[in-house]
């Protein structure tokens, strides 16, 4: 099966500074690749996406990029601000079973953003 | 607006209980998912399932079993619990082939 591995563990950032989780998957065949936040006590929630026909996507302060070759996948978050202090999760999608797509997920980056 | 909603924030059950976890989502989704969220495992795959009755096997199946007798409701239960299995508990459910999950508040479970 797919196996993803997420880096650093824990991250910690001056306000304003730029900050990079990385993640690396197994399987050439996975296609998708979300990344989702987890604010303390929260639900975990979609933050951005990516498809492997696709290299960058951004959104705002937000950017993942994919690299098909190497196999792996990077989350960019630009002037990072406290409320960006929360857990982020990178996750790869292999393949599904009827109309569900399995995501495989990393062990959880710790981003905090230091005032 | 989509809804998840878990039966339980916090549960403490005994070794050997038989426990049940409920899932309810109402925006009609097709797909229902159980994880569990541990420290440095990240989110793991218990059971999805894509329809009514259909379920299959997900990274960590063993010690547990799912329920899905109505669209909207997707159960995990815990044969016989074992102390290993104390976690949080977190439901997710997205529409038939698309990829974004959206999770329920997810229940903590001890198991003493």
């Known amino acids: 099966g797919e196996n993803v591995e997420q880096h650093p563990s824990t991250l910690s950032v001056q306000e304003g500074d730029s900050a990079v989780i990385k993640c690396t998957y197994s399987d050439s065949a996975s296609n998708y690749f979300p990344w989702y936040k987890q604010e303390l006590g929260k639900r975990p929630q979609l933050i951005i996406d990516?498809?492997?026909?696709?290299g960058e996507k951004k959104d705002q302060r937000i950017a993942v990029t994919l690299n098909k070759t190497a196999k792996h996948f990077s989350l960019h978050i630009t002037e990072t601000q406290p409320e960006d202090s929360a857990v982020y999760f990178c996750?790869?999608?292999?393949?599904?079973?009827?109309?569900?797509?399995?995501?495989?997920f990393g062990s959880g980056t710790q981003l905090t953003v230091l005032p | 607006d989509v809804k998840v909603t878990q039966s339980s924030r916090y549960l403490v059950k005994r070794t050997g209980e038989k426990v049940f976890l409920e899932c309810v989502q109402d925006?009609?989704?097709?797909?229902m998912f159980w994880y569990r969220q541990d420290p440095g495992l990240g989110l793991r795959l218990i059971y999805f399932?894509?329809?009514?009755?259909?379920?299959e096997k997900g990274d960590i199946p063993e010690g547990y079993s799912v329920s899905r007798e109505k669209k909207e409701r997707f159960s995990l239960i815990l044969e016989s619990a074992s102390t290993n299995q104390t976690s949080m508990y977190l439901c997710?459910?997205?529409?038939?082939?698309?990829?974004?999950?959206?999770f329920g508040p997810g229940t903590r479970l001890l198991v003493l």
């Open positions: 996750a790869a999608s292999l393949s599904s079973s009827g109309s569900a797509r399995q995501l495989t």
């Open positions: 399932s894509y329809d009514v009755k259909m379920k």
């Open positions: 997710a459910s997205s529409l038939s082939s698309a990829e974004t999950q959206y």
């Open positions: 990516i498809r492997s026909n696709v």
């Open positions: 925006m009609d989704h097709e797909n």
